[in-house]
């Protein structure tokens, strides 16, 4: 046997690298194994490189519209090639501040492909290293459509956020999240984009209202939406592909499918070391990720339901911590926000007002659009809205919804308000800063009980 650690983690995204980075804060001897780049696929391929490109698709849109505010750009073009590059350097940079890390605190970094021994140990290629404790963290991978396959014509995520060049038209398959930021980026590019959702409205997750302000948004931006109908009859040619879609069909350069994810799992050795699925296909863990066997963790894309970011990273918290016997608490499932980063944003937690309804409550709602705030004139930021969902008995806010150029970041305030089970009551008497956005919160709060002030 190689060397033995008290933690190997196995996948370095932001799951598995806050997990090593936890357990060697704890004095635990720690090494995680990466096969390909640290920071995972969230800091590589996904996450970062997605909200890099639309942070100069946001800057390209706001140097077309700046005219009203004053500034005159004349010939505003898009350089795709300096665009690819800040891409690539912006997740290097991340991807070598996590390396950093590991170094300060100490953490052994093994590169290969790690799977499981019929112990609970971690073999890397040929090599066997005893562990304490094993995290399992080796995130999730992109599932095509039924009857397509990925390839140059069919896009997954990563390939539409890394294009060559600027498509003319794209078809994008599934408006969850990343359809809707890769259908935003494009569509303020100026490609041509249809979005197409299986389900009856984008965004299927979050509340009806909220979709519905995206909706109106997308239609200024260059982007047909198509909801209730499956993308079908998918031909792929030499630089096209047709397909249909309800009663249309659409010949474009690139498809995209930005549904499914599953987790990734393939050669991890789940089934020699007595780690069991649940029946969602994901592996089955308690609330402290613990899997089946004692020994072996699991975070992230692995489990549970929802696949974000920074609910790997606090599941790899509360895993050591907890393997350390240190007193922790489990990830409220229910307080992982969803963060939209299309133009508006949007971002939510907790129940919509159709699932508290599905769910027994009986509910009151407070609504106040951004325009009323003078903040949102101020900064340009008309178009959103704040949506709370309560408890009508007691006032406890049992979901928040914002849509808005800022709402990834205003809705930080909301969970903290539901963590602290502070009700709509306590909500709509904290003072917020003026001229700011938040102000929307504070009426939205007062409207629950029809005293908004801007409505
Ligand atoms: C396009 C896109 C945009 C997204 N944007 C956001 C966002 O804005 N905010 C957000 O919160 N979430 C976002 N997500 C979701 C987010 O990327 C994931 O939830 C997150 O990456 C999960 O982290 P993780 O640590 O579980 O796994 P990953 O980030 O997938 O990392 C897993 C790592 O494990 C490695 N690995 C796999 N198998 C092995 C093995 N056998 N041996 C060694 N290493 C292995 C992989 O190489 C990888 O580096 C986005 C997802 C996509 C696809």
Redesign the pocket.
């Known amino acids: 046997m190689a060397d033995s650690y008290d933690v190997i983690v196995?996948?370095?995204?932001?799951?598995?690298?806050v997990a090593a980075i936890r357990a060697a804060q704890l004095g635990k001897k720690t090494a995680v194994?990466?096969?390909?780049?640290?920071?995972?696929?969230?800091?590589?391929?996904?996450?970062i490189p997605?909200?890099t490109v639309l942070r100069t698709a946001e800057i390209f849109h706001q140097a077309q519209e700046g005219a009203e505010l004053g500034v005159v750009a004349k010939d505003v073009s898009l350089d795709w090639e300096a665009l690819g590059k800040r891409r690539a350097s912006v997740s290097e940079s991340l991807s070598s501040g996590v390396e950093m890390l590991f170094k300060k605190n100490k953490i052994a970094l093994i590169e290969?492909?790690?799977?499981l021994t019929a112990e609970g140990d971690v073999k890397?290629d040929e090599e066997v290293y005893g562990a304490g404790t094993v995290v399992l963290?080796?995130?999730?991978v992109?599932r095509p459509i039924p009857g397509v396959e990925f390839g140059d014509r069919v896009l997954d995520?990563?390939g539409a956020?890394s294009l060559p060049a600027q498509p003319r038209k794209i078809a994008v398959a599934g408006a969850g999240?990343?359809g809707c930021?890769?259908a935003s980026a494009y569509g303020r590019f100026g490609t041509e984009v249809i979005l197409i959702e299986m389900l009856d409205q984008i965004l299927p997750a979050e509340d009806k209202d909220m979709a519905r302000v995206v909706e109106r948004a997308f239609k200024k931006q260059n982007i047909a939406i198509s909801t209730g109908t499956p993308v079908e009859n998918v031909e792929v040619g030499g630089d096209s592909v047709k397909l249909t879609y309800g009663g249309e069909s659409a010949e474009v350069e690139y498809l995209c499918i930005?549904g499914g994810?599953g987790p990734?799992v393939e050669?991890?050795g789940l089934d020699q070391a007595g780690v069991k699925l649940a029946e969602n296909g994901k592996i089955e863990v308690d609330e402290f990720c613990r899997t089946s066997n004692q020994k072996v963790y699991a975070?992230?894309?692995?489990v549970n339901a929802k696949?974000?970011?920074?609910?790997?990273?606090e599941e790899?918290v509360v895993a050591v911590e907890h393997a350390a016997g240190e007193r922790t608490h489990p990830v409220d499932q229910n307080l992982v926000a969803g963060?939209?980063?299309c133009h508006p944003q949007v971002a939510s937690v907790g129940l919509t007002e159709a699932a508290a309804k599905e769910a027994g409550h009986e509910v009151k709602v407070g609504k106040q659009k951004l325009g009323g705030v003078g903040g949102a004139t101020v900064y340009d930021d008309k178009d959103g809205l704040v949506k709370l969902v309560v408890d009508a008995k007691y006032g406890e806010v049992l979901g928040a919804h914002v849509v808005g150029n800022r709402a990834c970041d205003m809705i930080a305030e909301l969970v903290a308000t539901m963590a602290l089970e502070g009700g709509y009551q306590e909500l709509a008497r904290v003072v917020h800063p003026h001229p700011t956005i938040s102000e929307a919160v504070l009426d939205a709060a007062r409207a629950v009980d029809g005293w908004a002030i801007h409505a």
């Open positions: 196995i996948g370095a995204g932001p799951g598995g690298y194994v990466e096969r390909d780049k640290t920071g995972g696929r969230c800091l590589n391929y996904a996450c997605a909200k290969g492909d790690g799977s890397v963290a080796t995130g999730s992109a995520t990563w956020w999240a990343s930021e890769i930005a994810r990734d050669g991890l975070i992230g894309d692995l696949a974000l970011a920074h609910k790997a990273s790899g963060a939209t980063f």
